[in-house]
């Protein structure tokens, strides 16, 4: 019986150049994805984090001198006749808006606080029911920044209020109350009056879904090795 003919290590060129352009790349993907585990664990960290709330103003720095959804405070009136409606939310598959008021302080500065979250309507032209008293009042909740879109476009907005917007810019809506806003969008607590549906949550999954597509890509780049190995050791004559 004739002994088995040896290997050597005789990798073809394909294959060679299909492995060196994809396992970088499925290394990267992976590596990527362990650093989004790592920001969303910082996200959820901070949204969960405690502490007194920090009083807002005129000199207050807003999101520009605070960390993302720190727990703040401020005291004035709600601008009910001046709203505006974030469109395109979906809550348990239904479109809606989430209902953004400028509460202005003593000071002279406003402070955008998101009451929560509203159906719409499809059938009806009627403004919903968003109505709030001006009465003075002080308010609680995570101060958070503005929804922001994947690509920047140049929006408009529409005369009358409420103005239904998608992603409006400070500048944008500084212009449209005639007030300067402190930095930053207040999340109203949802024990506080006055609000809607208020399911406030940092990011619709955790970092978990990031390490499984991570896991993924390092096997990928697993078998793609197992593979290069396979094809590259071959029988001699």
Avoid: C
Avoid at 9 to 38: C, D, H, K, V, Y
Avoid at 121 to 135: N, Q, R, T, Y
Avoid at 179 to 195: F, H, I, K, R, T
Avoid at 200 to 220: I, K
């Amino acid at each position: 019986m004739s002994a088995a003919a040896p290997r050597r290590f005789r990798p073809g060129l394909p294959a060679t150049l299909f492995t060196a352009f994809f396992l970088p790349l499925l290394l990267a993907l992976g590596s990527w994805q362990l650093n989004r585990a790592e920001e969303k664990q910082a996200l959820f960290d901070d949204f969960g984090a405690g502490g007194a709330p920090v009083a807002l103003g005129a000199d207050s720095a807003g999101l520009d001198g605070l960390r993302r959804y720190t727990q703040v405070e401020a005291a004035g009136r709600y601008l009910g006749e001046r709203q505006f409606l974030l469109d395109n939310w979906v809550e348990d598959s239904q479109a809606g808006y989430r209902v953004v008021t400028p509460l202005l302080l003593a000071d002279g500065v406003a402070v955008l606080v998101d009451r929560g979250w509203i159906p719409r309507d499809f059938s009806s032209d009627v403004a919903p029911a968003i109505d709030v008293g001006p009465e003075p009042r002080a308010v609680t909740g995570k101060l958070d920044r503005l929804p922001r879109p994947g690509i920047e476009l140049a929006t408009t907005l529409a005369p009358g209020w409420p103005k239904v917007v998608q992603f409006p810019s400070r500048d944008e809506l500084e212009e449209a109350l005639g007030l300067q806003l402190v930095p930053g969008l207040v999340l109203l607590d949802a024990d506080q009056p006055d609000g809607f549906r208020r399911d406030w949550r940092p990011s619709d999954f955790g970092p978990e879904r990031h390490l499984g597509y991570a896991v993924q890509w390092f096997a990928l780049a697993i078998t793609l090795i197992v593979l290069y190995l396979a094809w590259s050791f071959r029988k001699t004559d």
